[in-house]
């Protein structure tokens, strides 16, 4: 159990080695990520050491702050080499935290139980990621359950959102709405950027659903609410490291692209905000600039504009068969349409082999 918790730290993190699930290109390189700065000294690898092997019957702040810092350097990893290398790793971490919380009291017990949430949380993300969309939906009560026992109130929120954005990924809108507005029951106890994410995915559940009025007043809503939290971002919990106004236009671009393909909207709609986003996102997000990628390949195709949609398709193609089953999935599908309608442009040739299309 120790070698799960310090095996992360060192010169090189090599999260491949721990893989759980079948890379989806074997012919591509192996992941492989360099985090330096998570290796504890000499001090406080003994007092994990300690604590993992029952010499200490108590966790200290000082082994929480590092868990901490573990599961953030995880999830950025997760940013850019995907799901497939890091979860073994993280549910490894998940099972030592846990067996932590037995010997913990106090405040202390509630901050690792709720560590334990953000890690629960984090490994369904993962595994919907990977497709096991069933595993995913046990994690995510879990994590909603330690969440409301340390009285997390933000992380229960967020579980709630996010097991929204797994109703949307399955094409429920009615269960998206209801569960992203459950997540909003917690108002007053959650931050605005909390709340900015459960009304942006009750956008997207509108949008599902063909319901252009509702969709845009939840996300007038919800970019209010963002604003409200860029003024004051260190009062938002480390899991919405990622989340503001650069990140709500992409959630704009494909919240419009859903509208857009269910009402026969203005492409250019979707089009604007996912471009810009493209263009501020850091190239750190290989996995969600490969989604956001086949979104803008999508809308130029909805816009009439199948050169852009080639071109886009092509760009963004290697990452995510590499990296993103659910792009490289909706590429294949963009890929047979315009195959139907450029047959003999050498272009969409090249992307059909770099999608392994027949």
Same mark, same amino acid.
């Given at each position: ?64 702050? $590092? ?71 046990? $994690? ?5 359950? $330690? ?79 963002? =604003? ?69 390949? =999508? ?60």
């Amino acid at each position: 159990m120790l070698d799960d918790l310090t095996d992360s730290g060192g010169d090189l993190y090599r999260l491949v080695a721990k893989q759980s699930s079948p890379d989806p290109s074997p012919g591509l390189p192996v992941p492989v990520l360099s985090l330096p700065d998570l290796a504890p000294d000499p001090d406080l690898n003994d007092r994990i050491t300690r604590t993992m092997e029952g010499l200490r019957h108590h966790v200290d702040a000082s082994v929480i702050e $590092w868990l901490h810092r573990c599961l953030a350097e995880h999830r950025k990893a997760e940013d850019t080499i995907g799901a497939g290398p890091v979860i073994a790793v993280v549910q490894a971490q998940l099972s030592s935290v846990s067996a932590l919380t037995r010997n913990a009291s106090g405040p202390l017990a509630d901050q690792l139980t709720s560590l334990v949430a953000q890690y629960a949380q984090f490994v369904a993300w993962m595994c919907n990621d990977l497709g096991d969309k069933a595993a995913a939906l046990g $994690w995510y009560d879990r994590a909603h359950d $330690w969440a409301m026992e340390a009285g997390d109130a933000s992380m229960a929120a967020t579980a709630l959102s996010m097991k929204a954005h797994l109703a949307w990924s399955v094409g429920n809108p009615t269960r998206t709405v209801r569960l992203s507005e459950a997540a909003r029951w917690h108002e007053g106890r959650i931050t605005p950027g909390v709340q900015g994410m459960a009304t942006q995915m009750t956008a997207r559940g509108h949008a599902l659903g063909g319901d252009a009025s509702a969709t845009l007043a939840a996300l007038d809503t919800a970019e209010r609410l963002i =604003r409200r939290a860029a003024e004051h971002p260190e009062d938002e919990p480390s899991w919405m490291y990622f989340y503001g106004e650069t990140w709500l236009a992409g959630q704009r671009g494909m919240i419009m692209l859903d509208l857009v393909e269910r009402t026969g909207r203005d492409a250019s709609q979707a089009i604007a905000p996912l471009e810009l986003f493209l263009n501020q996102l850091p190239a750190t997000y290989v996995r969600d600039r490969a989604w956001y990628g086949a979104c803008l390949a =999508r809308a130029h195709s909805a816009a009439g504009d199948l050169d852009a949609a080639s071109q886009t398709a092509r760009t963004f193609a290697p990452d995510a068969v590499r990296l993103n089953r659910y792009a490289a999935d909706d590429l294949r599908t963009l890929h047979g349409l315009l195959s139907r309608r450029m047959s003999s442009d050498p272009g969409i040739r090249e992307l059909g082999e770099v999608l392994q299309c027949a």
